[in-house]
């Protein structure tokens, strides 16, 4: 088993995940880039690298299970462990998305990526993750996701999103129960909010750049070991169910 500290980070090409590899690199991780495209994966690997990260190209679609199986085949095959999981990999399904307008086939896409494409993931590394000292699953969730400020008619929740909101509640719903399952081990699992991040995903209206992005998830992936597990984290702190 190799010394050095192992994360896996999905959906790391490009925008938030990008920058919590080339975070985590730069706190000493070796870094899988977690990618579904493999010109996309090889370029990000190569400005990683450029950029003195230790980094390695993880071919990775977060909804296929033969993609998975065999990503954590490589990290075990390459590495025997993991360190640390950053859930980070995630899809809008478009707008509009108003109730009783919305494709059911697209809420369907948004959950399986965003919801059951985690689960299959987080399953496929857990006995990675056991082996580590340390182990972290940070989920990238999203303020979207808190039914709290959802609910909240004071608070600028965004536009009607019957996929993307709903999936990011779903995927805090899960982050407690596989924190809830893990209490006993030393896998600390956390959900975290970047904030409106300038990317591809929101046509880089927001107002963060991915670094600042990036920063809570790198908090969380590098939690000490009496850290929090089973909470939702903003940088300024826990966010509201
Ligand atoms: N940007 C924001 O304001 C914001 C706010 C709250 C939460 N978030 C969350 O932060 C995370 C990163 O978002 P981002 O803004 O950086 O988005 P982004 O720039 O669109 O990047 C999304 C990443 O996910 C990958 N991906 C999508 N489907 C995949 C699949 N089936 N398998 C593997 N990878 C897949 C994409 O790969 P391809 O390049 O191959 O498509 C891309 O690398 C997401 O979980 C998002 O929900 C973002």
């Known amino acids: 088993m190799s010394e050095n500290r192992i994360a896996l980070v999905t959906g ?15 706190r000493g991780f070796s870094v899988g880039v977690g990618a579904r495209d493999e010109q996309r994966r090889e370029a990000a690997v190569a400005k990683l690298r450029a950029g003195g990260a230790d ?3 993880v071919p990775l679609d977060v909804t ?47 959950v399986e990526t965003n919801v ?25 969730s999203s303020e979207v996701g808190s039914l709290t400020r959802q609910s909240d008619p004071r608070h600028d929740s965004g536009p009607l999103s019957m ?3 709903p999936s990011k509640s779903f995927l805090n719903a899960i982050t407690i129960q596989y924190a809830k399952a893990l209490r006993d081990t ?10 409106f991040v300038a990317t591809d995903l929101n046509g880089h209206r927001g107002h963060r750049t991915p670094e600042q992005g990036a920063a809570v998830a790198i908090r969380l992936a590098t939690l000490p070991d009496d850290g929090p597990t089973g909470s939702f984290f903003e940088d300024a702190g826990v966010v509201p169910w």
């Open 163 to 165: 996929a993307y909101a």
């Open 12 to 26: 790391a090409n490009k925008g938030i995940g990008y920058e919590i590899a080339a975070g985590l690199a730069a």
């Open 186 to 195: 030393r896998i600390l699992v956390n959900a975290g909010n970047p904030g």
């Open 116 to 140: 059951l494409g985690v689960v299959r993931v987080t399953d496929a590394m857990l006995p990675l993750l056991r082996r580590s000292p340390s182990p972290r699953i940070v989920n990238m």
């Open 55 to 57: 980094v390695f190209g």
């Open 64 to 110: 296929d299970d033969a993609s998975v199986t065999a990503a954590a085949a490589l990290i075990d095959a390459r590495n025997g462990h993991l360190d640390v999981l950053v859930n980070n990999a995630a899809i809008t399904g478009g707008w509009v998305q108003a109730p009783a307008s919305t494709d059911l086939a697209v809420m369907r896409e948004v």
